[in-house]
């Protein structure tokens, strides 16, 4: 334990005599997050609707449903109950729910008022924002092609983010992209400083076991790394944002760590390859890129195509974007969230694995 703890010392002693990376520790974790934040707007596309018709076989509702078409709507469900629509909201099936009265039938026939609940996942706020304004105008349409002029009041619930504000959503995406890049570059480079330096040849005739270095250099770059995340958390995303965790805390932190382990799994391969800090930047951006096209980044999974659906099980940012979303902005249970922890805790496992044995090789 002493040596352990002396090498992660060096290491920790290491960044933070660099004023620059420092600084770019600095940037990337609250300035970058912040700025982020302001949000990015995105058109709706193959949004998943759930529909009740508490009536049962409309003939109005039908003809509404039938003009929920692609590409701007993918699948239909139709529910018996409001308590399955609104947990199948919650638990990401569906991303708009759509309440048709008991009344609304005979209503629309006698152009009276009649009443339209729609619900509608707004941490994905402006997906939800264009779906809303889409199913208004084919209500509009259908009303004019069928003759009916009414007045029609949909009863709105924006669940998960009342005001529909992008920021805190987009401030969290930009936050794990830093964790990511943070990540691959920290675990490998203090690796590769050691032969630029000079020093690997003097680090490799320490009385320690070669898996005890590579595991307190790469630990030393995790707990950075995590302590990091979580100050950008409670400054910029708990803080300036006022966002809560409406999920479990405790499994909040233990999926972030074990998707810095994945990451520092990479690292590892990438500090076996390069041969220089500029060749691990660029390395670093180049294992960035394809784990942001399989996670859900600023679209949901739905919306790519099928194939990328399929690849996107080998990312490790895909269970980590799609657990942290759960788990801060849904409540999501954690009985339905098994599948993010298994998958992210199964790649960091095999990714630490091999990037052990990769860098072990040049001991």
Excluded at 171 to 181: G, P
């Amino acid at each position: 334990m002493r040596q352990l703890f002396k090498i992660m010392q060096k290491e920790w002693l290491d960044i933070f005599r660099s004023k620059g990376m420092v600084i770019f520790i600095f940037y990337i974790f609250l300035i970058d997050v912040y700025i982020a934040g302001q949000g990015i707007n995105i058109d709706a596309k193959n949004v998943n609707v759930g529909v009740l018709d508490e009536k049962g076989d409309s003939v109005y509702v039908n003809k509404i449903v039938s003009k929920l078409h692609p590409p701007e709507f993918k699948d239909i469900i139709y529910y018996q109950s409001r308590d399955k629509l609104f947990k199948d909201i919650k638990n990401r099936r569906i991303m708009v729910g759509i309440v048709f009265g008991n009344e609304f039938d005979r209503h629309f026939g006698d152009n009276k008022e009649v009443h339209i609940q729609l619900l509608l996942d707004s941490t994905v706020a402006t997906i939800s924002y264009f779906t809303y304004y889409y199913l208004i105008n084919i209500i509009g349409d259908f009303q004019i092609n069928n003759g009916i002029q009414m007045p029609v009041q949909l009863d709105i619930h924006k669940l998960f983010n009342p005001n529909a504000t992008p920021a805190p959503f987009f401030s969290l995406r930009e936050l794990i992209y830093a964790v990511t890049l943070l990540s691959l570059i920290l675990s490998a480079s203090v690796f590769v400083k050691e032969r630029e330096q000079g020093t690997w040849d003097l680090m490799l005739l320490m009385p320690v076991d070669n898996k005890l270095i590579i595991f307190a250099k790469i630990l030393s770059q995790v707990i950075v790394i995590n302590i990091g995340f979580f100050i950008s958390m409670g400054i910029v995303i708990f803080g300036l944002f006022n966002v809560t965790v409406n999920g479990h805390l405790l499994a909040f932190f233990l999926l972030t760590f074990l998707y810095s382990i994945a990451l520092c799994g990479i690292g590892l391969f990438i500090a076996a390859v390069a041969k220089n800090i500029a060749q691990v930047g660029m390395m670093s951006i180049l294992a960035l890129i394809p784990m942001d096209f399989l996670s859900e980044g600023f679209t949901p999974m739905s919306q790519k195509p099928e194939v990328i659906q399929w690849l996107s099980f080998l990312s490790p940012m895909r269970y980590f974007t799609i657990g942290m979303s759960n788990l801060i902005f849904r409540g999501t249970d954690l009985i339905y969230l098994w599948d993010e922890f298994l998958g992210v805790t199964v790649i960091a496992f095999l990714f630490f694995t091999f990037g052990v044995r990769k860098i072990g090789r040049l001991f």
